[in-house]
């Protein structure tokens, strides 16, 4: 056994590892099972065995997490960008509604209408943000759009979309239970 496939059967956890801490396995979207990345992780390992040079003083697993980790949140950032943005609140699949799929009658169609038209009259700052990026997803505007049209980065338009989510659901919630808490 040469030394490059001693270093990969020895450091085979390494990619467990960088799984685990730093990688979000998703069994709902093709391509970010634990098994695809394990084996994503294993060609990344393969690959810092060969580029790995003893001579720079560094021990082999110190190299190699940083070269499992990137090539695997490279390789998260692909499968991401061929998925097509779904927006959910759990009761409501807003994306099916933006397609106008059957299972959708107008009756759901209209209430998912009127939720964010509550708040869009209720809330105020950040939540009122998320109803109105919510709006715009619907009508099939991605979260980068919506960013560029508020002159934001686009992880603030998922904090907004987010926050104003968990609003509409709870107050969804205390409308359907007459006004009790879970």
């Not at 059957?102 to 939720?115: A, I, K, M, R, Y």
Request: glycine residues 8%.
């Amino acid at each position: 056994m040469n030394r490059r496939d001693q270093l990969i059967q020895e450091h085979l956890n390494c990619v467990h590892r960088v799984i685990h801490s730093s990688i979000h396995v998703n069994p709902n979207v093709c391509g970010l099972e634990y098994d695809d990345l394990y084996q994503e992780g294993c060609i990344a390992l393969w690959r810092a065995a060969e580029t790995f040079d003893e001579r720079q003083g560094v021990q082999f697993h110190s190299y190699a997490f940083p070269v499992i980790r990137n090539h695997l949140l490279d390789y998260c950032r692909k499968i991401q960008s061929q998925t097509a943005p779904v927006v959910s609140l759990e009761a409501w699949d807003v994306e099916m509604a933006r397609r106008g799929e059957t299972d959708w009658d107008g009756e759901n169609s209209l209430f998912v209408e009127q939720v964010l038209e509550y708040g869009k009259r209720t809330y105020s700052g950040v939540a009122r943000l998320g109803v109105e990026a919510l709006e715009l997803k619907i009508a099939g505007y991605s979260g980068t759009d919506i960013a560029k049209l508020y002159g934001v980065q686009p992880n603030h338009v998922g904090a907004w979309i987010s926050r104003a989510a968990q609003k509409l659901k709870k107050d969804v919630y205390l409308v359907e239970n007459g006004g009790t808490n879970p």
